[in-house]
């Protein structure tokens, strides 16, 4: 059985999607799951379930509890009472999101660029679509946007590895329908501009760094960054295409947001 997080919220048992019910038990569903086996105090459950709590809000989430310890039955998960709250029982390499976290970590430590793209490959394999699709809520938010992040993040990495590998046709292809979904993410554009560059494809990564700065300025009042600015006037210029420097890092904030306009 999988708890699926990376996309709508899911439980798959042999290749089928598990009944669960209505979104709020969805949302119980991840609020115990990105804390996979272990324990969730019903505070907690109920501040990731709801904004504004109910009256009842306490015994609506033993309702929700009942009714997935039903629905999990024969998945070899279970919810169980543990140290004053609730833990979904199961191992958390079933969450898609621990596999995720778990999988861009070893990434990080990867000494080498084939093993690092291959651990990132299967990370990225993981996505189906935005964390936590149809749970409301600030919590939900919050998780998501953070695993988004993470998400590209791994995707730069994961380009960069190939693009100093000499594989760009692998990058752009990869990246080409990803980007205008993260049209604020620098690393990204800066990723895709070096794999058109590479190709020869130098008009197309100059129009995507324009449409970045479009962007840039009309959300947040900023321009693009001096790295990704210095690789715009080296096409211009046409300069020889640089490598792509080993230690290439964008700051988490910077994934998805770019840089508030105070920096």
Excluded at 2 to 25: K, S
Excluded at 59 to 86: F, K, M, N, P
Excluded at 224 to 232: K, N, Q, S
Aim: no cysteine.
């Amino acid at each position: 059985m999988d708890v699926r997080l990376l996309g709508p919220v899911e439980v798959t048992l042999d290749g089928r999607r598990v009944p669960l019910g209505p979104p709020q038990r969805h949302a119980v569903l991840a609020a115990l799951a990105v804390d996979a086996d272990r324990p969730v105090s019903l505070r907690t459950l109920i501040e990731r379930v709801w904004d504004d709590p109910p009256d009842r809000a306490t015994d609506s989430v033993y309702a929700h509890i009942a009714r997935l310890r039903q629905a999990l039955t024969g998945t070899g998960a279970a919810i169980e009472r543990r140290g004053g709250g609730y833990a979904l029982e199961v191992d958390p390499e079933r969450v898609d999101a621990h596999r995720f976290r778990r999988l861009t970590r070893q990434a990080q430590n990867a000494r080498d660029d084939t093993v690092r793209a291959a651990l990132l490959a299967e990370a990225v394999e993981l996505w189906r679509g935005a964390p936590l699709t149809g749970v409301p809520g600030d919590w939900a938010a919050r998780m998501r946007y953070g695993i988004e992040q993470q998400f590209v993040g791994a995707l730069a990495t994961w380009a960069q590895a190939h693009l100093r590998q000499g594989r760009p046709d692998m990058v752009v292809a990869e990246l080409t329908p990803l980007v205008p979904h993260y049209p604020l993410a620098e690393p990204l554009a800066d990723m895709l501009m070096r794999g058109l560059w590479a190709l020869g494809r130098t008009a197309e990564a100059v129009a995507l760094y324009a449409r970045l700065r479009g962007y840039l300025a009309d959300r947040l009042g900023v321009e693009p960054g001096p790295e990704l600015r210095a690789l715009h006037l080296r096409m211009l210029r046409g300069d020889a295409e640089p490598l792509v420097r080993a230690g290439l890092r964008a700051q988490p904030r910077d994934l998805l947001l770019a840089r508030s306009p105070g920096q």
